[in-house]
């Protein structure tokens, strides 16, 4: 069973700070360790793109729009992912999606709302 649970989400006014988390379980979790982790984010209307990625050696990879403003990181310990974000702009709004890649493996979480209002 592939499990990626996000939590974290929510509302929050703009200028804020909101800490996403990404828990794998089941076969995700066996693979945790080597697995590519990273966030992607699609708004309404919008396709899904990039937020940010961090690879099983700890480099991560930022999308411009967030960069220097979202930091992500892993703990293998726990086989969780997070995304802190801060200085959050409305639009950030969004479903947050967390996702796993191992070679040909691409699995998604079920994603979580970021609202922030103005």
């Known amino acids: 069973q592939v499990q990626l649970v996000e939590s974290g989400g929510g509302l929050v006014q703009a200028g804020g700070s909101l800490r996403l988390s990404c828990a794998a379980s089941g076969a995700s979790g066996s693979i945790f360790k080597i697995s590519t982790m990273g966030w992607y984010r699609q708004a309404p209307g919008k396709q899904r793109e990039l937020v940010a990625t961090v690879t099983s050696g700890g480099s991560t990879n930022y999308a411009d729009s967030v960069k220097g403003r979202f930091t992500i990181s892993r703990d293998n310990a726990k086989n969780t992912v997070y995304l802190q974000m801060n200085s959050l702009k409305p639009e950030d709004t969004a479903v947050y999606y967390c996702?796993?890649?191992?070679?040909?493996?691409?699995?998604w979480g079920q994603g979580t709302q970021v609202t922030v209002s103005s």
């Open positions: 996702n796993q890649q191992f070679t040909v493996w691409n699995y």
